[in-house]
């Protein structure tokens, strides 16, 4: 069964970092891209990054081009977002999805597989 679990996800001033993780299982991170997308209440789900499966190139929404980074481990099976420079804007489930493609704005495309999600909440 495909499964994946995010986490890392709390409540963090304006200004902190936090580091979410994507575990994923029983699908292979060398055929599927995965993205992260975010939900913040009464807003539209938006894509915000993705990491290819071929070559690993990383791409993000221009709304958090240098704050946010996209990596993975393949031995863990896990992908990872890291977020600096965290503002209040930034609160919103933070789900990751695996994909049949990456936009180069950081869209993941043709979704097969979504998380449950992770809360992030910036707030002093």
């Known amino acids: 069964q495909s499964q994946l679990v995010e986490s890392g996800g709390g409540l963090v001033q304006p200004g902190g970092s936090l580091r979410l993780s994507c575990v994923v299982s029983?699908?292979?991170?060398?055929?599927?891209?995965i993205g992260w997308f975010r939900q913040a209440p009464g807003k539209e789900r938006e894509g915000v990054s993705c990491?290819?499966?071929?070559?690993?190139?990383?791409h993000y929404a221009d709304s958090v081009k240098g704050r946010f980074t996209i990596s993975r481990d393949n031995a863990k099976n896990t992908v990872y977002l890291q977020i600096n420079s965290l503002k209040p804007e930034d609160t919103a489930v933070y789900y990751c999805?695996?994909?049949?493609?990456?936009?180069?704005?950081?869209?993941?495309?043709?979704?097969?597989?979504w998380g449950q999600g992770t809360q992030v909440t910036v707030s002093s």
């Open positions: 999805a695996a994909a049949e493609a990456c936009s180069d704005y950081g869209q993941a495309i043709a979704v097969d597989y």
């Open positions: 029983g699908i292979s991170l060398d055929y599927y891209e």
């Open positions: 990491i290819r499966s071929s070559g690993g190139s990383t």
